[in-house]
T-cell receptor, first 111, second 114 residues
């Protein structure tokens, strides 16, 4: 069973709208949580990384939140653009290099 | 430009024919890793390397081999490929130990085993 669950699996929004992607995890112990953006046919690119003590991190129009008590994270995208169309992957690390990947949320932004 | 490169980008082969996918990084990173990505399953780690001559199994190592003779290179070897190894493969690197540091991914290698 995957220890990192993302929802929704896919999402379609109109350009300019906001959206929020969810990540729930059962990974323990917890070291950090990262969000990656993966364009079709390309490798993932890091957006944010948060440790246990951080509950929010921003990168331009992307804002990630973390609730370590409920083991939930979200990625909020503000004023979406066509270039935001991609898969967004949540990755939770235990100690060392043990990383667990979510299956991703496929976001499509339409004009 | 800091980057991770993989070759080839696309490969079609037949069952049992040995192949190697190369991975190289120019950031002097100690940590390198190989993943496969399949629809609905997300990225799964195949092998990783903490430094030169130090490699270890990830979640799905069966049917794969790796080597780390130099810091910059981390090739993935399929001695006898099978159709269930058809997948999209990514190499990644980071420093100093992979945890808490951003991983940089290569562009991916799409492999089809007939």
């Amino acid at each position: 069973k995957n220890q990192v669950e993302q929802s929704p699996q896919s999402l379609i929004i109109l350009e300019g709208k906001n959206c929020t992607l969810q990540c729930n995890y059962t990974v323990s112990p917890f070291s950090n949580l990262r969000w990656y953006k993966q364009d079709t046919g390309r490798g993932p690119v890091s957006l944010t990384i948060m440790t246990f003590s951080e509950n929010t991190k921003s990168n331009g129009r992307y804002t990630a939140t973390l609730d370590a008590d409920t083991k939930q994270s979200s990625l909020h995208i503000t004023a979406s653009q066509l270039s935001d169309s991609a898969s967004y992957i949540c990755v939770v690390s235990r100690s060392g290099n043990d990383m667990r990947f979510g299956a991703g949320t496929r976001l499509t932004v339409k004009p | 430009e800091a980057q991770v490169t993989q070759n080839p980008r696309y490969l079609i082969t037949v069952t049992g024919k040995k192949l190697t996918v190369t991975c190289s990084q120019n950031m002097n990173h100690e940590y390198m890793s190989w993943y496969r990505q399949d629809p609905g399953l997300g990225l799964r780690q195949i092998y990783y390397s903490m430094n030169v001559e130090v490699t270890d199994k990830g979640d799905v190592p069966e049917g794969y081999k790796v080597s780390r003779k130099e810091k910059r290179n981390f090739p993935l070897i399929l001695e006898s490929p099978s159709p269930n190894q058809t997948s999209l493969y990514f190499c990644a690197s980071s420093s100093p130990r992979g945890s808490g540091e951003t991983q940089y991914f290569g562009p991916g290698t799409r492999l089809l085993v007939l």
